[in-house]
Nanobody, 116 residues
Framework: VQLVESGGGLVQAGGSLRLSCAAS????????MGWYRQAPGRQRELVAL????????NYADSVKGRFTASRDNAKNTMYLQMTSLKPEDTAVYYC??????????WGQGTQVTVSS
């Protein structure tokens, strides 16, 4: 599975961005997809997780009500709509795909910078 993120950039506080993650390869075996982020000097943290099958979406408390994750299976693409952005949302955002049998896959990351 190959993952390519796009949509990052520089935005002012209160603004919005939409990230995309295009998946290719053996996408039929993906059990869950998620967005993670890593700020300088901090550990990578889960932002949103979309599980397949009985679809559910879970968010980190820090982004609830502001971020919306979605997945278009026909396009093999996952999105993260981010609104009311805050400087503390500044990080490299990574797309992840999880296959329970084959393992975890990561994209290269996209930088999101929120200025105050």
């Amino acid at each position: 599975v190959q993952l390519v993120e796009s949509g990052g950039g520089l935005v002012q506080a209160g603004g919005s961005l939409r990230l995309s993650c295009a998946a290719s390869g053996s996408t039929f075996s993906i059990n869950a997809m998620g967005w993670y982020r890593q700020a300088p000097g901090r550990q990578r943290e889960l932002v949103a997780l979309i599980t397949s099958g009985k679809v559910s979406i879970n968010y980190a408390d820090s982004v609830k009500g502001r971020f919306t994750a979605s997945r278009d299976n026909a396009k093999n693409t996952m999105y993260l709509q981010m609104t009311s952005l805050k400087p503390e949302d500044t990080a490299v955002y990574y797309c992840n795909a999880l296959d329970y049998e084959l393992g975890s896959y990561w994209g290269q990351g996209t930088q999101v910078t929120v200025s105050s």
